[in-house]
Nanobody, 123 residues
Framework: QLQLVESGGGLVQPGGSLRLSCAAS????????IGWFRQAPGKEREGVSC????????YYVDSVKGRFTISRDNAKNTVYLQMNSLKPEDTAVYYC????????????????WGQGTQVTVSS
């Protein structure tokens, strides 16, 4: 059974950094496209970034380009989201998701999801 577990969230001041981790169990992450999504209270889930399985191409929503970096460590079966220059509008629950066929910023493309980790950016 595919299982994803996010970690690394927390409270950070504006301008600060966090690194989120998405650890996989029950499957080899290397063969899957992995997406990061976020959902703020009262808002729809938004695609933030994805990294492809085949060639590790990366994609970002415009609002995080230049601030967030997605990467994978196949030896640790983990994907990371490094978040720098955080803003209050980045506050949300962050989820990672996996799919064999799609690397996109659309939630409906993904079949397996983690439980989420809270990121709060506030002074």
């Amino acid at each position: 059974q595919l299982q994803l577990v996010e970690s690394g969230g927390g409270l950070v001041q504006p301008g600060g950094s966090l690194r989120l981790s998405c650890a996989a169990s029950g499957f080899t992450l290397h063969y899957y496209n992995i997406g990061w999504f976020r959902q703020a209270p009262g808002k729809e889930r938004e695609g933030v970034s994805c990294i492809s399985s085949s060639d590790s191409n990366t994609y970002y929503v415009d609002s995080v380009k230049g601030r967030f970096t997605i990467s994978r460590d196949n030896a640790k079966n983990t994907v990371y989201l490094q978040m720098n220059s955080l803003k209050p509008e980045d506050t949300a629950v962050y989820y990672c998701a996996a799919d064999r066929n799609h690397c996109s910023l659309y939630a409906y493309d993904y079949i397996s999801w983690g439980q989420g980790t809270q990121v709060t950016v506030s002074s």
